[in-house]
């Protein structure tokens, strides 16, 4: 089985009444038994970003399965020498300036 375009969340719940899987992150693949049949499924190995039309869009958003979606785009005027644009992106920065910190050792468990 291949999926195309997609990245999954499988649940814990469902995960265990599998049994047994083997994955492998290198390879992308997800491998588990079902009765005497080995099944493999095998990730997209070269993802490039799609687009997607507004109407699939919406009824992805009706099925209540994705909580939040979001796009992440160059803007090219910040890339030229606009200084209005390239203060405005700095105030973000220094008032987020926490977010960007180097992590310094593990997360608290």
Known sequence: ???EGTEMV??????????????DFCKLTFEFQQGERTICWQGETCMSPQLIQFNSLRKIMETKVVAECYQLCIDHE?????????????RVLDRL????????GLPPS
Do not use: C, H, R
């Not at 499988?10 to 994955?23: C, D, F, I, K, Y």
């Open 97 to 104: 300036e926490d977010v960007f910190v180097a992590a310094k």
């Open 78 to 90: 910040i890339e030229q020498d606009n200084g209005s644009k390239k203060e405005g992106m700095q």
């Open 10 to 23: 499988l649940g814990v719940a469902w995960m265990a009444t599998l049994g047994p899987v083997t994955m």
């Open 1 to 3: 089985m291949y999926f």
